[in-house]
């Protein structure tokens, strides 16, 4: 089968991220800062100083249930500053009839990667008396997503007049238990549509690793592009949050020790560490097989996004020919 | 079994006593939500729409290290449960990997063993169909 899933029908490269990855190449993403203004050039801005450092980013979907400036918007800015965007969904404020037509709208405004989630719950934002949708799971938007590019028509077989041209993302975490079900529910989300994937943040490589070699006894690697997030901390406090507050971040001892050891210093010397710790998982990440890129997290962190995709020698980023 | 014009199975007197029956049993037993599409043979016997999120496949990724669910941190994820379950199950231990389709929400509040004794619960959106076939083509092509 080699590297190219089966099921792609429409002759060309849904998006640029999609030339790159069936090209070979190791990916680059980040996460664009999610905007509280109705201002378009906070997003271009943001997007812009990315451009040439990552191959495509992401815009999230009300992350942790809080209200942001929306992901297709957001989406369609970053593409006119020239930063390809991955438009995150998720199932938790929207029904199947308006996640249909936002992956429509998303698509026709640029929006050529979609990422679907089921998203946090609305306990976890500042809206918590609100009531939470979920009326369908992410997979199953998935497989919808795949009918609606490659059957062409809606979930109740209603005919589209052009199907979106998008390349289907999935996310999935190897770090939450129950770990035995992690690769076989990746599994079942490539059968639903899924052609790339965007793990959960890395603190455990050696996790990673076992993950990794059930998807390769699966199969999954041959049909699914699997990238893995990495942190870039700057600052202890950072990290503490990620392990204290965000549900399904395993953040093993050692690695918390090691930042604990910094705690006291001065900022930059944190910074310092969260960019070491990054550079050292990029290293170690690379070398296991069927991973396929890096997608960088830092919250408020856009240089030092700058500094470790240069620092691990993941420039000048690659020209993709669409 | 005649369904109304909305899609929603007609409730008759026979259909009141069946409902009654199954929800005595299924409340207490398996904390049952009586969605009217049961799929606890694909859960390890444990009602998948006790997670918040209503997930019909699989865990999400907010499962907190001990196991337990994030929206609701002091009992274990429905996913944790369903996973440990349908390992000791005698049979369906397999349909784990079942691809459950969306929730027909007409179908709530009404019998999950009528619904299966008429296949009402079998019945999927148009496009549904369509992808299944096409997912299954696929998976032929690489086995």
Redesign the interface.
């Known amino acids: 089968m080699g590297v190219h899933p089966p099921g792609f029908i429409t002759g060309g490269y849904n998006s640029r991220l999609e030339a790159l990855l069936r090209a070979g190449e190791f990916v680059v993403t980040a996460e664009l800062q999610a905007q509280d203004g109705g201002d378009p050039e906070a997003v271009r801005a943001d997007a812009a100083g990315l451009v040439g450092y990552v191959d495509a980013a992401n815009c999230t979907d009300n992350s942790a249930a809080h209200a942001h400036l929306s992901a297709i918007a957001a989406g369609h800015l970053a593409a006119d500053a020239g930063l390809e965007p991955i438009v995150q969904f998720t199932c938790r404020d929207r029904n199947r009839i308006a996640l249909q037509s936002d992956l429509l709208g998303a698509a026709a405004l640029g929006g050529r990667n979609v990422l679907l989630l089921t998203g946090d719950d609305v306990s976890a934002g500042d809206h918590p008396e609100t009531r939470a949708i979920f009326d369908i799971d992410s997979l199953h938007l998935m497989r919808i997503a795949r009918t609606m590019r490659d059957e062409g028509t809606y979930l109740s077989g209603r005919k589209l007049s052009s199907p979106p041209s998008i390349f289907i993302g999935a996310a999935e975490n190897p770090f939450a238990p129950p770990h035995h079900v992690r690769a076989p529910r990746l599994a079942k989300k490539v059968d639903a549509g899924a052609e790339f994937a965007q793990l959960q943040l890395c603190f455990n490589v050696p996790r990673l690793r076992i993950f990794m070699e059930e998807l390769g006894e699966l199969g999954v690697l041959d049909r699914c592009f699997v990238l893995v997030s990495v942190y870039i901390a700057r600052s202890v406090r950072g990290i503490r949050y990620m392990r204290d507050v965000v549900p399904g971040i395993d953040v093993p001892d050692e690695v918390m020790a090691r930042f604990d050891a910094v705690a006291d210093a001065p900022r930059e010397r944190q910074t310092q560490e969260g960019i070491a710790f990054a550079l050292e998982t990029i290293a170690a990440v690379r070398e296991i097989p069927g991973i396929r890129g890096v997608h960088l997290i830092s919250i408020n962190g856009q240089a030092e996004i700058r500094r470790v995709v240069e620092r691990a020698g993941l420039l000048p980023r690659p020209i993709a020919a669409v | 079994m005649e369904t109304a014009a909305d899609g929603r199975p007609k409730m008759g007197l026979g259909t009141r006593a069946i409902l009654l029956v199954e929800k005595v049993t299924k409340e207490p037993l398996w904390d049952c939500r009586m969605c009217g599409q049961c799929i606890l043979h694909s859960t390890g016997l444990r009602c998948p729409m006790t997670c ?16 337990n669910c ?2 609701e941190p002091d009992r274990t ?1 429905t ?2 449960t369903a ?2 379950r349908s390992r000791r199950l005698p049979l369906w231990r397999d349909h ?2 079942h ?1 459950n ?3 027909d ?1 007409r179908l709530e509040g009404t019998s999950s063993y009528i619904n299966f004794a008429t296949r009402r619960d079998k019945r999927v ?8 076939e ?2 299954m083509t ?2 032929g ?2 086995s």
């Open positions: 918040p999120k209503n997930l019909r496949n699989g865990p999400c990724g907010g499962v907190l290290q001990n196991g994030e929206v994820c996913w944790v996973w440990k784990m990997e691809v389709p969306p929730v929400w959106p148009d496009g549904w169909r369509a992808s299944k096409r997912a696929e998976r092509a690489r």
